[in-house]
């Protein structure tokens, strides 16, 4: 079984509709990550948690939001979806615990979101 | 601000050949470097990795890179590629206490047969 999933794997919505992207991690790691993935722009980072009760922005929150309901949880929501947040979206997790000043990240196998 | 620069886009190359994957950072302090590699249809998982030590790098499915501190690169080789290995690479960087990876735009691998 895979350590990090998300659901849905696929979404094609309309504009203005409210979606909500899950992510669930098995690896007991503190750190989650949520990424959207355009061609030609690689990864940019929309939100961060360290732990439960710990929720930093990215370099692009503007129109998402997050919820880390455990540490194993971390969904990302669009209030109202627009165009031009279709692209492919990503959650990552990091473990903090082994006292290293980085952290890999291991990923998801990713949510493709369409917006009409 | 630290920031990473892949220099190719696309690079085709024949199966068998030999490739070489540009990666620049910039940034004024200490860094960890790593390279990332996505199949088609999959998520990213790491290829290798530089944290201090040996410049030189080696990673999984024979790909290795070389850490050049004057020169602010990283590039990923390796010596002959597969049909396998067509996917996308991502050179990332982290600086600092913080453990936000910047990632590059990407570089996607097209291996001709």
């Known amino acids: 079984d895979a350590d990090v999933t998300q659901t849905p794997r696929n979404r094609i919505t309309k504009t203005g509709k409210r979606i909500m992207l899950e992510c669930s991690q098995t690896?007991?790691?503190?750190?989650m990550y949520w990424y959207r993935q355009d061609p030609g722009l690689g990864l940019r980072l929309i939100y961060y948690s360290f732990d439960v009760k710990d929720i930093n922005k990215g370099e692009i929150s503007d129109g998402y939001s997050v919820s880390r309901q455990a540490q194993a949880k971390f969904s990302l929501s669009l209030e109202s979806a627009i165009p031009n947040q279709t692209a492919l979206y990503f959650c990552?997790?990091?473990?903090?615990?082994?006292?290293?000043?980085?952290?890999?990240?291991?990923f998801g196998p990713g949510t493709r979101l369409t917006v009409l | 601000a630290q920031s990473v620069t892949q220099l190719d886009s696309q690079v085709p190359v024949f199966e068998e050949a030999p490739v070489e994957l540009r990666c620049n950072y910039s940034?004024?302090?200490?860094?960890?470097l790593f390279w990332y590699v996505q199949y088609p249809n999959q998520g990213l998982q790491l290829l290798l990795k530089y944290l201090s030590g040996s410049t030189l790098v080696k990673g999984i499915n024979g790909f290795e890179a070389e850490f050049n501190k004057s020169q602010t690169s990283f590039h990923l080789r390796k010596p002959s590629v597969h049909i396998s290995d067509t996917a996308e690479y991502f050179c990332?960087?982290?600086?600092?206490?913080?453990?936000?990876?910047?990632f590059g735009k990407g570089t996607r691998l097209h291996i001709l047969p």
């Open positions: 940034s004024s302090v200490s860094v960890y």
């Open positions: 690896k007991g790691h503190d750190r």
């Open positions: 990332a960087v982290i600086t600092g206490r913080v453990d936000k990876i910047i």
């Open positions: 990552a997790t990091s473990d903090s615990l082994k006292g290293l000043s980085y952290n890999e990240q291991f």
